[in-house]
């Protein structure tokens, strides 16, 4: 295996713990050098987001985490099983009517990061019941959702223009519809029709 800086080294797996391990006991590195291991369907890459001049950073140094990691991910990965927690108190503390237990499916709306629930929401669901499971990432509401329907319109600024849209066809179809939202939009045509809502903390990544 070749290596220089600025270039690309190719190895194995087994050469980048080598590598790793040597580095470790010199403490330095070639500034610039990037370690591209495996093929190109699977790569694993140390590249010098993790060199401080021609230094290794300790993983460990809270400090210099800080300093690479300026949007706090590792903070908010960190936090993720807390905000399951969260979600969990916030749904319970729901009051549903008991129409909104009488459903033949559901339906999501929701983009991006509001729509990733949805998907999850599918699988369980599909998995353990006969209920189908709709999830909505777009303008147009599926033609099969109607009044039997329970629908979750999920924005996390409660500004998104597609699921404004299709909660407004949700509406037009006299859907039985959960809003979860921060605020927004969203929720203020929610509260005015007099649908359930779930709100939302704000100041999170919508995920």
């Known amino acids: 295996m070749s ?3 600025g270039g690309v080294a190719k190895a194995t797996l087994r050469t980048f713990c080598e590598i790793r391990r040597s580095c470790s006991r010199k403490g330095k590195i070639a500034a610039g050098t990037i370690y591209e291991i495996g093929s190109n369907e699977s790569l694993f890459i140390l590249w010098d987001n993790f ?8 993983l460990d140094d809270t400090g210099k985490i800080k300093e690479i990691d300026r949007s706090g991910m590792l903070r908010t990965v960190e936090e993720f099983p807390r905000q399951c927690r969260d979600a969990v108190s916030l ?4 009051k549903l009517s ?24 599918k699988t369980i ?3 353990e019941s006969k209920l ?11 033609r099969h959702i109607d009044s039997d329907t329970l629908v979750f319109a999920v924005s996390y600024s409660g500004e998104t223009e597609e699921t404004l849209s299709v909660f407004a066809q949700a509406i037009d179809r006299r859907a039985k519809i959960i809003a ?11 509260v005015r029709d007099g649908f359930s809502t779930i709100k939302v903390p704000t100041g999170y990544q919508p995920r």
């Open 3 to 5: 290596k220089k800086p």
């Open 125 to 127: 669901v599909e998995s």
């Open 132 to 142: 189908s499971v709709s999830v909505v990432k777009g303008y147009d509401l599926p």
């Open 180 to 190: 979860i939202t921060s605020g927004g939009n969203l929720q203020e045509q929610a």
């Open 98 to 121: 008991e129409d909104l237990k009488k459903v033949s499916s559901l339906a999501v709306l929701g983009m991006g990061g509001s729509g990733i629930g949805g998907d999850l929401l």
């Open 91 to 94: 749904g319970e503390e729901v």
């Open 51 to 58: 060199l401080v001049g021609a230094e290794m950073v300790i």
